[in-house]
């Protein structure tokens, strides 16, 4: 059974930095495709991140591009989602997700896409208050 885990999650205060970690069992994560996405309360999921299984290019959404980076350490077998300057908005549970099937050379990462990903973690909170 593959299990995706997510780590690194906790309370920051605004203008912190955390870095999200995110394992697979079953897969060393080299070539497959990766995503972040994240859900706050009350508000849909939406995706944050994403790295191409292809040639590693990486996709971010726009409230989060400069300060967020997503990274992939093949020999650890983790995908990295590194967040800088965080704002009270990013506070979310984040989720990190795989598609180990498909080549995707622009990974997806907009509304509705979320199908896209064959298999999911349980979620890191993050929280973003002073």
């Known amino acids: 059974q593959v299990q995706v885990v997510e780590s690194g999650g906790g309370l920051v205060q605004p203008g912190g930095s955390l870095r999200l970690s995110c394992q697979a069992s079953?897969?060393?994560?080299?070539?497959?495709?990766i995503a972040w996405f994240r859900q706050a309360p009350g508000k849909e999921r939406e995706g944050v991140s994403c790295?191409?299984?292809?040639?590693?290019?990486?996709y971010y959404e726009d409230s989060v591009k400069g300060r967020f980076t997503i990274a992939r350490d093949v020999g650890k077998r983790t995908v990295y989602l590194q967040m800088h300057d965080l704002k009270p908005e990013d506070t979310a549970i984040y989720y990190c997700?795989?598609?180990?099937?498909?080549?995707?050379?622009?990974?997806?990462?907009?509304?509705?896409?979320?199908?896209?990903?064959?298999?999911w973690g349980q979620g890191t909170q993050v929280t973003v208050s002073s």
């Open positions: 997700a795989l598609d180990s099937t498909v080549p995707w050379s622009m990974c997806p990462l907009g509304p509705g896409l979320e199908s896209e990903y064959d298999y």
């Open positions: 079953g897969f060393t994560l080299d070539t497959d495709t």
């Open positions: 790295i191409s299984g292809t040639d590693d290019s990486p």
